[in-house]
């Protein structure tokens, strides 16, 4: 069974500029999560989608968005990029309704 | 809100000396208490979760209600079990896994 895929794996953006995240889940999964992941703060939780609706949503601006689509693969997206934004980008699915999450490897981004 | 606190950013002990990574929540209800660990240069993975009382690799965590916490214990540590530790805390409903900032810890042989 294929773990939760993230691409891409390493990108390098200069301020300003806007990017996207993919992550496809674990087949059957219909929940995915994002976090951030940095040195200092550890894992910050994004936002959470199931069955494409998005249920939870953590306390980051407005910039960062997302969206999950039909066959449980999401998006995110950061616009206006600024240097704090630089980090691990996490990606979790599960079944929904537990906190079991099954975690890709992370899109590390790099703001200039 | 919940919140996880653990207090330790660093850990470092010796083979075969005794290991407690702690790990203490804030949260008035009953909430599901998790360990996941992150190895160098492999993926977040859940290690073990509280409502099923196992041992994995070594590890033990109990809840403790009272004092409000989940410390993460083995006996014996081994160097293989440097890595990230990350408590989490999650409450049954719509609701996200809430991690601490997590401990590193460091085996020295």
């Known amino acids: 069974k294929a773990g939760v895929t993230q691409t891409p794996r390493y990108l390098i953006k200069t301020r300003g500029q806007q990017v996207t995240l993919s992550c496809s889940p674990i087949?059957?999964?219909?929940?995915v999560s994002w976090y951030q992941q940095t040195p200092g703060q550890g894992l910050q939780f994004l936002f959470e989608y199931f069955s494409e609706t998005q249920r939870n949503k953590g306390n980051f601006p407005g910039r960062f968005s997302g969206r999950q689509f039909s066959n449980s693969r999401s998006e995110m997206n950061v616009s206006t990029l600024e240097l704090g934004d630089s980090a691990l980008y996490l990606c979790?699915?599960?079944?929904?309704?537990?906190?079991?999450?099954?975690f890709g490897e992370g899109s590390r981004l790099t703001v200039l | 809100a919940q919140r996880v606190t653990q207090p330790e950013k660093l850990l470092s002990v010796f083979k075969g000396a005794p290991v407690e990574l702690k790990c203490n929540y804030s949260?008035?209800?009953?909430?599901?208490l998790f360990w996941y660990v992150q190895y160098s240069r492999q993926r977040l993975q859940l290690l073990l979760r509280h409502i099923s009382r196992e041992s994995i690799k070594g590890f033990t965590a109990d809840l403790n209600k009272g004092e409000t916490s989940f410390h993460l214990k083995k006996p014996f540590a081994q160097e293989e079990d440097s890595a990230m530790y990350y408590c989490?805390?999650?409450?049954?409903?719509?609701?996200?896994?809430?991690f601490g900032k997590g401990t590193r810890l460091s085996v020295i042989a």
């Open positions: 979790a699915s599960s079944f929904g309704g537990t906190g079991e999450l099954f």
């Open positions: 949260y008035s209800g009953s909430p599901e």
């Open positions: 087949s059957g999964h219909r929940s």
């Open positions: 989490a805390l999650w409450v049954m409903g719509n609701t996200p896994l809430v």
